[in-house]
């Protein structure tokens, strides 16, 4: 039976546990202490210490001395005591009057929010928010007003050991100048609540009448993380990355040593924790997931695809249906904090549906989060802080006056775009689910300069996507603006097409790549539109998750649908096939030739590769019909300013300097919560 976990503060591993205790992060061991610690996101508490306490109000941390990292680090005149008095937590050019508005600002800039705000006098006034996660602290003050209804929530509301669901709530919802914490982005709307871990509750599509906006920080994970395995590799040692000590850890395992199933624990240790700080620049750790991930001794796999349920499917497609009468619910989910694990969202459950808007997750600099899961269906991104951030987002806890800094997580992208969303219904309310991620796809920031990310495509119609961005950064000014001009769109149509049986031996030998066409002709009378785009594949592989898939349209745009050497051995069962997205088509014409290009990429010795068969595909393009062709645009770049267009990797901490508390070795994970009514694993994101 899987288990249902969440993922809380920890920004890329799962837990169960609450991390309620603030987070801090220092340069140096000596200039923290409990004492000042406690005043973290609670500027009056740290200023009131008879001297005792610095507090940096760009990042809601307190010291016990003016420490040297980060922002006030650099301009130490910058930290509050006691002798500015109280009064100074609110910052003279604070555009709401509260005392932590200055920790949150750094990710209203980004957004570009406070015009919004000001210019349109927008606050998300009208419109209702369900929070699914671990329920909400409904008395804290800074939520005072923004409750719904006990009758419009789940029969569980309440949170029962976690902060998660009520720090969710206070991104989105927190009350303007009422002189406690920060402020929310939609701050006059309003709320429901479901806790979905005890609840047996239909909470997906529960008094679907009720809201409009359906916030999701948690997922179903395919895979469990972190243990002891087994994995085919190079006999020479493959890391190149020079942080870290894992070759020479490893020197009489790779010298040679074929077997990995007789790799020393100190070898498999040293490169389980070298990739889980180096995933993204070390390119040989995709070689060894299966080091990373815990196999489920019961069925014997690692991960498994296929957790969401037909009846989940039902839930979202009534809330579509019926929700904002008829024009649907806005479903917006975490992408998830698994990037350092090799997932994708296209493993997850709910992401994979057209009707859920994933977010992921950039940093203060503003540039992609170094746990934020990719995939070729990730919608847009939102401000959460990264691993070398102090302080994050300024949110609720669990108290009558309890504020309490986010933490990082993709948790915590994901209400940023639900409170953007918000705004954007409040200027229209005429518009539609598929309208609403029109919007975010037309108007949010690209990030063309992270040299790092080559997922980076511009489309046959100039449409800008990144399997780690999505379209962008949430832009709120440009989301609002176009949603009060929008031309609704037209009735969503599908169009299906099916490839010839192929029946295909898949080979593991190098250098392999099959490849399957479908053509897609013109229609008689005007154009299709496309908005986002699955295939479903039917094929039988030892191990599915060896297979890169990829998705080329007739106007070459290339969609990497999954990216291989996933330890993922399920079958897939009579009839089933295996779904896969992409948004990277958004706008272009489907008229021509499609390409799926399959590789296996991992060589195995138990495979049977008359059993590695690929079958057939179907093409299913969502979209709408257009009388006129479809337009062609110039990406949205990053204005000016904005952090600097080199990734900064010298401020990063090392393994051993990165606190432990913010990433707990896997002896020291706390168990996690066991849900007996469900096969899936719901988790915190």
């Given at each position: 039976?899987?288990?249902?976990?969440?993922?809380?503060?920890?920004?890329?591993?799962?837990?169960?546990?609450?991390?309620?205790a603030?987070?801090?992060?220092?340069?140096?061991?000596?200039?923290?202490?409990?004492?000042?610690?406690?005043?973290?996101?609670?500027?009056?508490?740290?200023?009131?210490?008879?001297?005792?306490c610095?507090?940096?109000?760009?990042?809601?941390?307190?010291?016990?001395?003016?420490?040297?990292?980060?922002?006030?680090?650099a301009?130490?005149?910058?930290?509050?005591?006691?002798?500015?008095?109280?009064?100074?937590?609110?910052?003279a050019?604070?555009?709401?009057?509260?005392?932590?508005?200055?920790?949150?600002?750094?990710?209203?800039d980004?957004?570009?929010?406070?015009?919004?705000?000001?210019?349109?006098?927008?606050?998300?006034?009208?419109?209702?928010?369900?929070?699914?996660?671990?329920?909400?602290?409904?008395?804290n003050?800074?939520?005072?007003?923004?409750?719904?209804?006990?009758?419009?929530?789940?029969?569980?509301?309440?949170?029962?050991?976690?902060?998660?669901?009520?720090?969710?709530?206070?991104?989105?919802?927190?009350?303007?100048?009422?002189?406690?914490?920060?402020?929310?982005?939609?701050?006059?709307?309003?709320?429901?609540?479901?806790?979905?871990f005890?609840?047996?509750?239909?909470?997906?599509?529960?008094?679907?009448?009720?809201?409009?906006?359906?916030?999701?920080?948690?997922?179903?994970?395919?895979?469990?993380?972190?243990?002891?395995g087994?994995?085919?590799?190079?006999?020479?040692?493959?890391?190149?990355?020079?942080?870290?000590?894992?070759?020479?850890?490893?020197?009489?395992?790779?010298?040679?040593?074929?077997?990995?199933?007789?790799?020393?624990?100190?070898?498999i240790?040293?490169?389980?924790?070298?990739?889980?700080?180096?995933?993204?620049?070390?390119?040989?750790?995709?070689?060894?997931?299966?080091?990373?991930?815990?196999?489920?001794?019961?069925?014997?796999?690692?991960?498994?695809?296929?957790?969401?349920?037909?009846?989940?499917?039902?839930?979202?497609?009534?809330?579509?249906?019926?929700?904002?009468?008829?024009?649907?619910?806005?479903?917006?989910?975490s992408s998830g904090?698994?990037?350092?694990?090799?997932?994708?969202?296209?493993?997850?459950?709910?992401?994979?549906?057209?009707y859920?808007?994933?977010?992921?997750?950039?940093?203060?600099?503003?540039?992609?989060?170094?746990?934020?899961?990719?995939?070729?269906?990730?919608?847009?991104?939102?401000?959460a802080?990264?691993?070398?951030?102090?302080?994050?987002?300024?949110?609720?806890?669990?108290?009558?006056?309890?504020?309490?800094?986010?933490?990082?997580?993709?948790?915590f992208?994901?209400?940023v775009v639900?409170?953007?969303?918000?705004?954007?219904?409040?200027?229209n309310?005429?518009?539609?689910?598929?309208?609403?991620?029109?919007?975010?796809?037309?108007?949010?920031?690209?990030?063309?300069?992270?040299?790092?990310?080559?997922?980076?495509?511009?489309?046959a119609?100039?449409?800008?996507?990144?399997?780690?961005?999505?379209?962008?950064?949430?832009?709120?000014?440009?989301?609002?603006?176009?949603?009060?001009?929008?031309?609704?769109?037209?009735?969503?149509?599908?169009?299906?097409?099916?490839?010839?049986?192929?029946?295909?031996?898949?080979?593991?030998?190098?250098?392999?790549?099959?490849?399957?066409?479908?053509?897609?002709?013109?229609?008689?009378?005007?154009?299709?539109?496309?908005?986002?785009?699955?295939?479903?594949?039917s094929?039988?592989?030892?191990?599915r998750?060896?297979?890169?898939?990829?998705?080329?349209?007739?106007?070459?745009?290339?969609?990497?649908l999954?990216?291989?050497?996933?330890?993922?051995?399920?079958?897939?069962?009579?009839?089933?096939n295996?779904?896969?997205?992409?948004?990277?088509?958004?706008?272009?014409?489907?008229?021509?030739?499609?390409?799926?290009?399959?590789?296996?990429?991992v060589?195995?010795?138990?495979?049977?590769?008359?059993n590695?068969?690929?079958?057939?595909?179907?093409?299913?393009?969502?979209?709408?019909?257009?009388?006129?062709?479809?337009?062609?645009?110039?990406?949205?770049?990053?204005?000016?300013?904005?952090?600097?267009?080199?990734?900064?990797?010298?401020?990063?901490?090392s393994?051993?300097?990165?606190?432990s508390?913010?990433?707990?070795?896997?002896?020291?994970?706390?168990?996690?919560?066991?849900?007996?009514?469900?096969?899936?694993?719901?988790?915190?994101?």
């Open positions: 039976m899987r288990q249902l976990l969440l993922i809380l503060l920890i920004s890329h591993r799962l837990s169960a546990a609450p991390t309620d603030p987070t801090v992060f220092l340069s140096s061991a000596n200039s923290f202490d409990k004492f000042c610690g406690q005043f973290t996101a609670d500027c009056y508490g740290c200023v009131d210490t008879d001297g005792e610095y507090y940096c109000p760009d990042e809601g941390t307190c010291y016990s001395e003016r420490s040297d990292y980060g922002v006030c680090g301009a130490k005149e910058k930290y509050l005591t006691d002798t500015d008095g109280k009064e100074a937590c609110i910052g050019g604070a555009f709401y009057k509260d005392p932590l508005y200055a920790g949150s600002k750094w990710a209203f980004m957004i570009d929010l406070e015009e919004v705000w000001e210019t349109y006098g927008l606050s998300g006034k009208g419109i209702t928010i369900r929070i699914n996660d671990s329920g909400v602290y409904v008395e003050k800074e939520l005072e007003g923004r409750f719904d209804d006990s009758d419009n929530s789940c029969t569980d509301y309440l949170p029962t050991d976690s902060s998660h669901g009520t720090k969710v709530a206070g991104i989105m919802l927190g009350n303007a100048d009422n002189d406690l914490c920060g402020v929310g982005i939609a701050n006059q709307a309003k709320y429901s609540s479901c806790n979905i005890p609840s047996n509750s239909p909470f997906i599509s529960h008094k679907v009448q009720t809201f409009d906006i359906s916030q999701n920080s948690w997922g179903v994970n395919p895979c469990k993380i972190m243990d002891f087994r994995s085919d590799t190079k006999v020479e040692c493959p890391f190149t990355y020079k942080e870290g000590d894992v070759c020479s850890e490893c020197a009489a395992d790779f010298n040679g040593n074929k077997n990995n199933e007789s790799k020393s624990p100190a070898c240790r040293a490169i389980q924790n070298h990739c889980s700080y180096f995933y993204k620049e070390e390119e040989a750790c995709s070689d060894f997931l299966e080091l990373i991930l815990v196999k489920d001794e019961e069925t014997g796999d690692y991960c498994n695809y296929d957790l969401i349920s037909s009846f989940a499917l039902v839930a979202l497609k009534v809330a579509i249906d019926y929700g904002r009468g008829g024009k649907g619910i806005i479903f917006v989910f904090n698994e990037f350092e694990a090799g997932f994708d969202v296209n493993m997850a459950g709910y992401t994979i549906s057209r859920t808007i994933a977010v992921g997750a950039v940093g203060k600099d503003g540039f992609h989060a170094h746990y934020s899961s990719p995939g070729a269906l990730v919608f847009v991104s939102a401000p802080g990264d691993y070398k951030d102090q302080g994050h987002l300024m949110t609720t806890g669990i108290g009558d006056e309890k504020c309490d800094d986010s933490g990082t997580g993709t948790s992208s994901a209400p639900s409170g953007v969303i918000a705004l954007m219904l409040e200027a309310p005429d518009l539609s689910w598929r309208d609403v991620q029109g919007i975010l796809a037309a108007t949010s920031t690209t990030v063309m300069q992270d040299d790092e990310d080559k997922t980076q495509t511009i489309n119609v100039g449409t800008w996507h990144s399997n780690w961005y999505g379209f962008g950064i949430v832009n709120a000014l440009r989301a609002v603006e176009a949603s009060m001009e929008w031309d609704l769109y037209s009735e969503e149509l599908q169009l299906i097409r099916m490839s010839i049986d192929e029946d295909e031996e898949l080979s593991d030998d190098e250098g392999n790549m099959f490849t399957s066409t479908i053509e897609v002709e013109k229609p008689a009378d005007g154009y299709f539109i496309v908005e986002s785009t699955a295939i479903l594949v094929l039988s592989h030892y191990n998750g060896d297979l890169e898939i990829k998705l080329e349209s007739p106007s070459g745009t290339v969609s990497v999954h990216p291989g050497k996933i330890p993922q051995v399920n079958q897939l069962e009579g009839d089933q295996w779904k896969l997205v992409t948004v990277k088509n958004w706008g272009e014409d489907p008229t021509g030739q499609w390409k799926l290009h399959i590789r296996d990429l060589e195995r010795s138990e495979d049977n590769d008359e590695n068969v690929f079958r057939n595909w179907q093409l299913v393009v969502y979209g709408r019909e257009s009388k006129d062709p479809p337009a062609t645009k110039k990406p949205t770049s990053i204005p000016t300013p904005r952090p600097s267009t080199t990734r900064p990797s010298t401020n990063r901490p393994p051993t300097a990165r606190p508390t913010n990433r707990p070795s896997p002896t020291a994970r706390p168990s996690p919560t066991v849900r007996p009514t469900s096969s899936t694993t719901r988790s915190r994101v």
